[in-house]
């Protein structure tokens, strides 16, 4: 069975940074492709970044120059370093996996591309 865990949210000062971890577990297959998600209170869930095996990572424009997506593949862990935080990042933040469709070559920022999805680690930053 796939598992994704996410961990490493927390409170944080505006300007802070934190890294997000998201461990997969049960899938091992190199043409992946993968995601974090955030969702803040009365708001939709809304696409951060995506990473592919192969390629360049993608970034929701809202996040580009302060957060960087990467992947350990040795250790099967997620990543997404977030810095100069601002309030307007605080939600939970979702970690998820794309499992259809085979080798994945690019990915994308929409909830419908993913299959698999983590719970969740939330992220509060204060003014």
């Known amino acids: 069975q796939v598992q994704l865990v996410e961990s490493g949210g927390g409170s944080v000062q505006a300007g802070g940074s934190l890294r997000l971890s998201c461990v997969e577990s049960?899938?091992?297959?190199?043409?992946?492709?993968m995601g974090w998600f955030r969702q803040a209170p009365g708001k939709e869930l809304e696409g951060v970044a995506g990473?592919?095996?192969?390629?360049?990572?993608i970034y929701a424009d809202s996040v580009k120059g302060r957060f960087t997506i990467s992947k350990d593949n040795a250790n099967n862990t997620l990543y997404l370093q977030m810095n100069s935080l601002s309030p307007e990042d605080t939600a939970m933040y979702y970690c998820?996996?794309?499992?259809?469709?085979?080798?994945?070559?690019?990915?994308?920022?929409?909830?419908?591309?993913?299959?698999?999805w983590g719970q969740g680690t939330q992220v509060t930053v204060s003014s």
């Open positions: 998820a996996l794309r499992r259809k469709g085979g080798y994945c070559y690019s990915p994308a920022i929409s909830t419908e591309f993913y299959t698999t």
């Open positions: 049960g899938y091992s297959y190199s043409g992946y492709c």
């Open positions: 990473i592919a095996s192969i390629g360049s990572p």
